[in-house]
């Protein structure tokens, strides 16, 4: 397996990978939790494949149903949430059920579809600038009493289509603008090859719904797998020649037997849109155009066909639409020197400083401090500043720029109802923005250095956090406070997620792993958590008493910052499981219905088996 892939490939001088640390000896085949004994089903690793150390491989896993003469929408979306967001999108009802919470903001709230909106999100794509009521043939309405609005990003790309998208009830392929660029054919020096299983045609047109691809990236190489090794070699591989492979995301909602959208982020800053089954590509942020740092994830907008999401290492997060072409960078300044200064007076040189195309939001805290210098530093490291294209740039890309810190963003999550993205990096915070009406509405700070991974609950209710104090941290979104802090790793956290086939109102199963090659299973439940000692005495909006209140710096501003809470008025997890699954530091946990896959930074993807 690994000589039908090494034979002539040797990578370019230009391509040369730098030196990586030799992989120890240790294996797992298995290891026990509560539930029964998880054992190593698959391992695919190819050694003549030369890892990016640095990034190491992340993975996704896919499913599609076959002959099936109408689309199920249904089946296409990961989270519950997708549903409302369509409704909310293009007017179709939903069933799914929201938890209510009187004290939380508008996100938990059921959408309906009864209400005026601003003229500016029903006409063309301008920024809203007045409450002006919508005209009567408004396809679509939000509750008042939420105050929601629709997302400008997708506005834009969108409002003009809006009546069409309604009147189709489900959604076509044949709607969709799909990739043009042959990988075979290309004279791209950003592509060098593909190389594709000799038996490729006969292995799809024999796959049915129970068969899983697997997509990985590793080194310059973008991966192609049968989840279960059936074949045992790669269905294709993409070698890329100007940069590596970072992160990489399946389209859910547009997925079928003849068509797959996947996203791809690079080192470059360049985005490739990718169709495995037709291996044709496009090319978004192409040589870098609107933002040259390092893509460090991405993922489609869910209940979207088009619109993709990126954060980047420069500390900014934007949205592309992967139907428009490549426009200007929008002018995004930092204003680190000026943090010291008002908010008033910052906010107005700021928005000064740049060309009227742009919308600019900004948060201050008014809080005491020792010094002008460390009131400058938390400034502009919870400042939050919007830019989106003027009506003449409103045709290309970025449909919508963030900018969020001066240092990486490492990773974001959008909530079940896609309404919320919770977004980490390091800088140390993690921020809960507000997707539908793009408003920063609570920072929170980790216990030590940076966030590397974040992942939402099935439910919405709990937001996981790590990073390089070696914790995964649960917060309660909709209480706004600290939950717990979980102990169980000796290097830093790189993934976390929930497991939605063991999630209910009781108890919560998570996974996560880190640079120690540790998987860590915990069980979370609220009722169970002890008390810490020295919790503060004060309840907050209802909270568990297990549960530790948030000081809350400025609550009268429209952004709540939350500091850092010390280890004594937090309570502390213990972990289920605590099983070393990797030779090398892990990268990536996923579930999957029967299984749990992780990854490493040398290219290993695991599959667990879970308990029958």
């Not at 979980?486 to 939605?500: E, I, K, L, R, Y």
Request: charged share 20%.
């Amino acid at each position: 397996m690994a000589r039908q892939f090494s034979i002539g490939e040797q990578e370019s001088p230009q391509q040369r990978l730098p030196a990586y640390p030799l992989s120890s000896d240790h294996s797992s085949t298995s290891f026990v939790s509560p539930e029964g004994v998880y054992e190593l089903s698959h391992k695919i690793f190819f050694r003549s494949l030369a890892p990016y150390y640095r990034v190491g491989s992340k993975a996704s896993l896919v499913s599609i149903k076959y002959k099936e003469s109408t689309v199920d929408k249904s089946r296409y979306e990961a989270q519950p949430g997708a549903r409302s967001f369509r409704g909310l999108m293009f007017g179709e009802s939903s069933n799914h059920h929201h938890s209510q919470h009187p004290d939380r903001r508008a996100s938990l709230t059921p959408l309906h579809k009864s209400v005026t909106l601003p003229t500016a999100y029903a006409s063309a794509p301008t920024s809203p600038q007045s409450p002006t009521a919508a005209p009567s043939n408004v396809p679509f309405s939000l509750p008042s009493s939420t105050n929601a609005m629709i997302p400008s990003a997708l506005t834009r790309t969108q409002s003009s289509s809006i009546d069409q998208r309604r009147a189709s009830a489900q959604w076509s392929p044949s709607s969709s603008r799909k990739p043009k660029t042959s990988l075979t054919k290309t004279n791209s020096s950003f592509v060098q090859r593909i190389i594709t299983n000799e038996q490729l045609a006969s292995i799809l047109v024999a796959r049915t719904s129970e068969d899983t691809n697997l997509f990985y990236n590793c080194g310059p190489s973008f991966v192609w797998m049968d989840a279960t090794c059936r074949p045992a070699e790669p269905l294709s591989r993409i070698i890329f020649n100007r940069a590596y492979p970072t992160c990489h995301d399946v389209n859910l909602l547009t997925r079928g037997a003849a068509h797959l959208d996947i996203i791809i982020g690079f080192t470059s800053g360049d985005i490739i849109w990718f169709d495995p089954l037709c291996n044709k590509y496009g090319r978004l942020n192409k040589g870098g155009v609107m933002n040259a740092s390092e893509i460090t994830m991405i993922r489609w907008i869910q209940g979207s066909e088009n619109l993709v999401m990126a954060a980047f290492q420069d500390g900014s997060v934007m949205v592309f639409d992967k139907d428009k072409e490549d426009g200007a960078a929008l002018a995004v300044s930092d204003d680190t020197a000026g943090a010291s200064s008002s908010a008033s007076s910052s906010s107005s040189a700021s928005i000064a400083s740049h060309p009227p195309s742009t919308h600019q939001k900004h948060i201050s805290i008014v809080e005491p401090m020792t010094s002008s210098s460390s009131h400058a530093a938390r400034t502009s490291k919870q400042m939050f500043r919007v830019s989106r294209p003027s009506s003449k740039q409103a045709k290309h890309n970025p449909v919508s720029h963030w900018k969020l810190s001066g240092q990486s963003i490492t990773a974001f999550a959008f909530s079940p109802d896609c309404q919320h993205v919770a977004v980490v990096g390091l800088d140390g915070y993690l921020r809960v923005i507000n997707y539908l009406q793009e408003k920063l509405q609570d920072v929170y700070e980790a216990y030590y250095g940076g966030l590397l991974c974040v992942a939402w609950s099935p439910d919405g209710r709990y937001i996981l956090t790590g990073g390089q104090d070696d914790l995964v941290t649960i917060w309660a979104f909709r209480e706004q406070r600290i939950v717990a802090r979980c102990q169980g790793h000796s290097s830093w956290v790189t993934s976390v997620a929930f497991d939605p086939w063991r999630c209910d109102e009781r108890v919560y199963r998570f996974a996560s792993v880190g640079e120690d090659a540790k998987l860590v299973l915990w069980d979370f439940s609220v009722s169970a958590i002890h008390r810490p000692k020295s919790r503060v005495n004060a309840r907050h909006r209802g909270a568990s008493v297990s549960s530790t209140t948030h000081p809350t710096v400025n609550l009268k501003q429209e952004t709540a910052i939350h500091p850092v809470i010390s280890k004594a008025d937090v309570a502390i997890l213990q972990p289920t499981v605590v099983n070393t699954v990797h030779a090398d530091p892990c990268v990536g946990v996923y579930y999957r219905e029967d299984v749990i896959v992780t990854t490493d930074k040398r290219g290993r993807v695991c599959t667990w088996k879970r308990p029958q």
